[in-house]
């Protein structure tokens, strides 16, 4: 089984380009273009991972992650953890990635 990655973007074009990149190298995703819709998808039905989009309408990509670490919190009695990162950076750096079949560990 895949992993499942969901990506929360109101931008359609960056959904659709990052989503063809994830399953190209394997993943399994679910695309959803604003925070309200989301929310209620990623609590029902948690993936693996999580992308949002900071700046978004109605419910920004902050307030969406506020949203899912209080609803996990609250219906899961195994810890799980959630890491944001909202650190800026003025020069690019290339992102590390791990293929499905490789953990970080192996590279």
């Known amino acids: 089984m895949p992993v499942t990655i969901a990506l929360v973007d109101d931008d359609r074009n960056i959904l659709t380009s990052v989503s063809i990149a994830l399953q190209a190298e394997g993943f399994a995703t679910r695309v959803y273009s604003d925070g309200e819709a989301a929310l209620k998808a990623l609590v029902d039905n948690p993936p693996d991972l999580a ?15 506020r949203r899912l670490r209080s609803s996990i919190c609250r219906s899961s009695s195994s810890p799980r953890r959630t890491r944001s990162s909202t650190k ?13 079949n490789r953990s970080a560990r192996d590279s």
Do not use: H, Q, Y
Not at 51 to 65: A, F, Q, R, S
Not at 88 to 100: L, M, V
């Open 51 to 65: 992308v949002l989009d900071v700046k978004m309408p109605k419910m920004d990509g902050m307030e969406l992650l």
């Open 88 to 100: 800026r950076s003025d020069s690019p750096s290339a992102p590390t990635t791990t293929s499905p």
